[in-house]
């Protein structure tokens, strides 16, 4: 039976994305109950060689979506300024004009939400790499975990996030790791064209098997 694991990594990342070595502990040797062990499967990933190789070079290779998200984000920082500044002054005002404080707020929030939309879309490639080079390594990983369990001799492995205290010496996040710094030492950067992820690629054939019977159906002949 496979591991599943590949799905909750991008949940998973968030949590670990600030010191992920930090929560890949050193296993020590033996284990307590024979047969079990515990793993962070996205502490694992995100400690990869593959995943910690990407992340130091995607600014490099983005660096020109990068710069234009920055640049756009000043410009419409600089425009949001002074309607903040009247917004707040107007505000403070004895007898404030609640309808056209109202207003002014409304039009602050839309560029606001239509700047961070604009920002989103340029950044677009940038988390479209991240989400191909984790694809790339949570193929990966249900095999570097069976090979780490069959050295091992374990039969169960538990999720960490989901047991509330164990010794370290059910903590195969090392043993994990080595396996899969072996299977996939690096990942590719940038995706190729047209690529989509896991869940939007099933959600299109999905769309696309119900469109399918639909077309193929003839209508009745008259008599």
């Given amino acids: 039976m496979k591991i599943r694991y ?5 949940a ?3 949590a670990v994305a600030v010191s992920p070595n930090a929560a890949v502990a050193q296993a020590t040797t033996g284990v307590v109950a024979p047969g079990i062990a515990i793993a962070n499967p996205s502490a694992v990933v995100a400690a ?16 020109p979506q990068i710069d234009q998200a920055n640049a756009r984000k000043t410009q419409i920082e600089a425009q949001l300024k002074p309607l903040i500044d009247k917004l707040q002054a107007d505000s403070r005002a004895a007898n404030p004009n609640r309808a056209a404080l109202q207003q002014q707020y409304e039009q602050i929030q839309q560029i606001e939400q239509a700047g961070q939309a604009e920002i989103q879309k340029i950044l677009e490639p940038l988390n479209l790499s991240q989400q191909y080079v984790l ?8 095999a570097a975990t069976q090979a780490a369990m069959d050295k ?17 010496t059910y903590n195969l996040n090392q043993d994990i790791l080595a ?7 690096s990942a590719q950067l940038v995706p190729p064209a047209g690529w989509m992820p896991r869940a939007q690629r099933e959600q299109q054939q999905a769309a696309q098997a119900q469109a399918a019977p639909a077309a ?3 209508a009745p002949e008259g008599r």
């Fill in 135 to 142: 694809e790339q390594i949570g193929d990966k990983l249900d």
């Fill in 12 to 14: 998973g990342l968030a």
């Fill in 216 to 218: 193929g159906t003839k």
């Fill in 48 to 63: 990869s060689a593959a995943y910690q190789t990407a992340q130091s070079q995607r600014p490099t290779t983005y660096k």
């Fill in 152 to 168: 091992k001799k374990i039969s169960l492995v538990l999720d960490s996030q989901s047991v509330i205290k164990a010794g370290q």
């Fill in 179 to 185: 396996e899969l710094n072996k299977q996939i030492p």
């Fill in 6 to 10: 590949a799905s909750a990594l991008l």
